[in-house]
């Protein structure tokens, strides 16, 4: 299941955003006004799982994708036993810096939003039994190339690439990253995600028809 999301430029989520969805039951509802970015999260979803065309924050557009560095993030709760081997190994080591951040392993313009991750993350250990449960942080930037957002900190550079890595190396490269993309892969095909808009027209849901509705 997916317990929160970090979302960055896309749609009506300006800058990195940590939205937190559940902290304990299977079943959430997303309630709010007019804008608030209910359907910006359902759409992200569906840009990650289904190749959707990215819906981007106007600021992003104006700055460029470089520069705004859109990203989808969901975390997953998932069980341990989803995966197996060198996958096995990638996600333990993702779930280990996930449930061991804290404010001060990253820069000070994101430490409000760990900090709301972390307060999500304490409601979770106190509801539900993690015990053969993994915390994953991964989704995609702009480009399509695996992201772990601000999981991806010194802390994961000694994980993944060992503590005698210098010390001047603070996140992990795109090249680093790409020892993820199994996991990834594994989760996506793990998941049928279905977004039907609550406004649709003809020729859309044809193609829901065809596709998603058919699965």
């Known amino acids: 299941m997916i317990i929160g999301l970090f979302l960055r430029y896309f749609k009506t989520y300006q800058g990195i955003n940590y939205i937190p969805l559940t902290d304990e039951d299977k079943f959430c509802g997303l309630v709010g006004n007019n804008g608030i970015g209910k359907s ?3 759409e992200s979803l569906d840009t990650l799982f289904n190749a959707r ?3 981007l924050n106007t600021v992003a557009k104006k700055r460029g994708t470089s ?3 859109p990203q989808i993030v969901p975390i997953f709760m998932l069980q341990r036993s989803l995966f197996q081997g060198d996958i096995l190994v990638k996600a ?5 810096i996930t449930m061991m951040i804290t ?4 820069a000070s313009a994101l430490r409000p939003h760990v900090k709301k991750f972390i307060e999500h993350r304490a409601l979770l250990e106190l509801k539900v039994d993690l015990t053969d449960l993994l915390i994953l942080p991964i989704g995609i930037d702009y480009e399509g190339k695996v ?7 010194r802390q994961m550079v000694e994980e993944i690439l060992g503590a005698e890595t210098e010390a001047t190396k603070t996140s992990l490269s795109e090249d680093d990253l790409k020892i993820f993309n199994p996991l990834l892969e594994a989760i996506k095909n793990s998941i049928d995600y279905i977004y039907i808009p609550r406004e649709i027209d003809p020729q859309l849901f044809t193609k829901l028809e065809t596709a998603e509705i058919q699965m």
């Open 103 to 106: 404010e001060a392993d990253v």
């Open 53 to 55: 065309a990215w819906n």
């Open 67 to 69: 520069s705004a560095k």
């Open 147 to 153: 992201s772990i957002s601000i999981f991806n900190n």
């Open 40 to 42: 910006s999260i359902l």
């Open 92 to 96: 333990e080591a993702l779930n280990k």
